[in-house]
C-alpha cells in the first residue's frame, strides 16, 4: 500500500525556490515575492487519486490526477505554462515528469515521519521543500 498523503501540511523549509523559479523564467518581482510565501498544502488521496491545493497570501495552484495516468496541466500561478503530466509511484514515493518547453521538469514528493518533503526540479535546479503535517 503506497504512502497516506491525506492532510493539511504547513511550510517549515524552502531551500533553492528562487533558482528554480529563474530555471523557469519567472520575473523578478513575482520571484522575489513567492520566494517568501508561506505555503500551505491541502491534500485528499483516494487511492491513486489525488486532489491537491498549495495555498498562500499571493496565490493559490490546485492540481487533481490520478497516478499513471498522463494529463494535461496549465501551471497557472507557476510559470503559465502547458505541460503534459505524468505521476508513477517509485516506492512510498510520488515523481512527476513535466514535459513541455523546459527540460528536466517536475517533482518528487515523499513522506517522512509526521515531515512530506517535495523536491522540485527544472533544468539542472531543485528546488527542496519540507512541510509538516498540522493536527
Known amino acids: 500500500m503506497p504512502a497516506d498523503y491525506n492532510g493539511r501540511w504547513e511550510m517549515v523549509t524552502n531551500e533553492n525556490f528562487e533558482d528554480v523559479m529563474k ?3 519567472i520575473d523578478f518581482a513575482t520571484r522575489k515575492i513567492a520566494a517568501h510565501l508561506h505555503q500551505t498544502k491541502v491534500i485528499v488521496q483516494n487511492g491513486d487519486k489525488f486532489e491537491t491545493k498549495t495555498l498562500s ?3 493559490n495552484y490546485e492540481v487533481n490526477f490520478t497516478v499513471g495516468e498522463e494529463f494535461e496541466e496549465y501551471t497557472k500561478g507557476l510559470d503559465n505554462r502547458n505541460v503534459k503530466s505524468l505521476v508513477v509511484w517509485d516506492g ?3 515523481v512527476c515528469v513535466q514535459k ?4 528536466n521538469r517536475g517533482w518528487k514528493q515523499w513522506i517522512e515521519g509526521d515531515l512530506l518533503h ?3 526540479t527544472a533544468l539542472d535546479k531543485v528546488c527542496h521543500q519540507v512541510f509538516k503535517k498540522k493536527q
Open 23 to 25: 530555471a523557469l523564467d
Open 57 to 59: 497570501t499571493f496565490r
Open 92 to 94: 512510498d514515493k510520488l
Open 100 to 103: 513541455g518547453e523546459k527540460e
Open 118 to 120: 517535495l523536491e522540485i
